[in-house]
Nanobody
Framework: QVQLVESGGGLVQPGGSLKLSCAAS????????MGWYRQAPGKQRELVAT???????DYADSVKGRFTISRNNAANTVYLQMNSLKPEDTAVYYC??????????????WGQGSQVTVSS
């Protein structure tokens, strides 16, 4: 089993910054990708940013130029630096890891969720 532990959410004023962290542990054979999703009240969960183990990165259009994803592959950790935050960024942010737990089998794993609230 793979566990993801998140930290770093909170309340910030518009224009402010926050950094989320997520560490993966457990029966990890190989991580394929790690990233962040978010879910606002009444909306579906959406991709924010993801980075595969080859270094390829995808961002949602709404966060390009403001958010930066990074990984420490040796520590199985992923970060999300969020700058120029807007009220519409308010959501629960979930860490995701797609990982092999054996030679041929992989699965998607999720963190517990971190509340990010952008408000004056």
């Amino acid at each position: 089993q793979v566990q993801l532990v998140e930290s770093g959410g909170g309340l910030v004023q518009p224009g402010g910054s926050l950094k989320l962290s997520c560490a993966a542990s457990g029966s990890i054979f190989r991580i394929i990708a790690m990233g962040w999703y978010r879910q606002a009240p009444g909306k579906q969960r959406e991709l924010v940013a993801t980075q595969n183990s080859g270094g390829g990165i995808d961002y949602a259009d709404s966060v390009k130029g403001r958010f930066t994803i990074s990984r420490n592959n040796a520590a199985n950790t992923v970060y999300l630096q969020m700058n120029s935050l807007k009220p519409e960024d308010t959501a629960v942010y979930y860490c995701n890891a797609r990982a092999y737990y054996s030679v041929h089998a992989w699965d998607d794993y999720w963190g517990q969720g971190s509340q990010v609230t952008v408000s004056s």
